[in-house]
């Protein structure tokens, strides 16, 4: 049982891996949102987007995605199959909203020299992955004319989204579902092999103490449950500025869709 959760996080709100790419066009088309690549060495990251004139652009980061073919496999292809942060983003109000795949997703296997298992597995959250996405996300500023930047993160996408909130001084605020934001709680809790060559979110509490952050968590989620995000604000000696909303109905990537133009309108806490 040890290695099952990483299989069965796949499984979640699954379509036909073949159909991944397609399916996400179809959903950013109904939304408006326009497929861009963009140079973020070493990886080529695959956006899409919907830009007007703000002052301010929300970024929305996908969650790990197919990153398991089976329970040891590593998948050639971790494009998700069901994008949740993508159903999210379509559903956004905000003049001004940008989605961000994660290294490796939405490209052809094969079509991206730098793009290694190690980086979806072990590698996840590794300095090479946060600075590449750190990277996309100032060219999606600038494109976009935004000044301020505001995050919302799925899954693995939310612990992505904090650690290129901590080495910025441009983000208005934080919000993240489903988010393993403490990476070591969360493996200890499901019992999985730690992510030693990733960084973890809340070893950078200091850098995050001031940003206004609301964390959605499933009421039945057993991928990532609410004690996840609790060990996470306790990492903050006076955390404020952290909320933690837990929602009734909804799964780790189920439930999320239509209330979410509602928790949008969520104040921050701080």
């Known amino acids: 049982m040890k290695f099952l959760l990483p299989w069965l996080l796949l499984l979640v709100g699954c379509a036909n891996g073949r159909d991944a790419r397609p399916n996400a066009e179809r959903i950013a088309a109904a939304g408006g949102l ?66 961000l795949g994660r290294p490796c997703q939405y490209v052809l296997p094969g079509s991206d020299g730098a793009c290694e298992s190690f980086f979806w597995t072990d590698g996840r959250y590794h300095e090479t992955v946060i600075a590449s996405m750190n990277a996309a996300v100032e060219r999606l500023r600038l494109m976009s004319g935004a000044k301020m930047l505001e995050f919302v993160g799925f899954s693995g996408g939310g612990a992505v989204a904090a650690l290129i909130a901590a080495r910025r001084h441009d983000v208005a605020n934080l919000r993240t579902v489903g988010a393993n934001l403490d990476t070591a709680e969360w493996t200890a809790r499901q019992r999985l092999r730690p992510l030693r060559n990733s960084l973890n979110p809340a070893d950078f509490a200091d850098r995050l103490a001031l940003l206004p952050q609301i964390h959605f968590s499933g009421r039945e989620d057993s991928v990532v449950d609410t004690a996840v995000a609790r060990a996470y604000r306790a990492r903050f000696t006076h955390p404020a500025c952290i909320d933690i909303a837990v929602v009734s109905g909804a799964g780790h990537g189920t439930g999320w869709a239509e209330p979410w133009p509602d928790l949008l309108r969520r104040a921050m806490p701080c």
């Open 34 to 99: 326009s497929r861009i690549e963009l140079a973020a060495p070493p990886f080529r990251l695959v956006a899409y987007t919907r830009f007007a004139p703000s002052s301010v652009l929300r970024v929305y980061i996908e969650g790990d995605g197919h990153a398991w073919a089976s329970p040891d496999q590593p998948s050639d292809d971790p494009t998700p199959w069901s994008p949740v942060a993508l159903s999210l983003a379509v559903r956004d109000p905000a003049a001004s909203v940008a989605y």
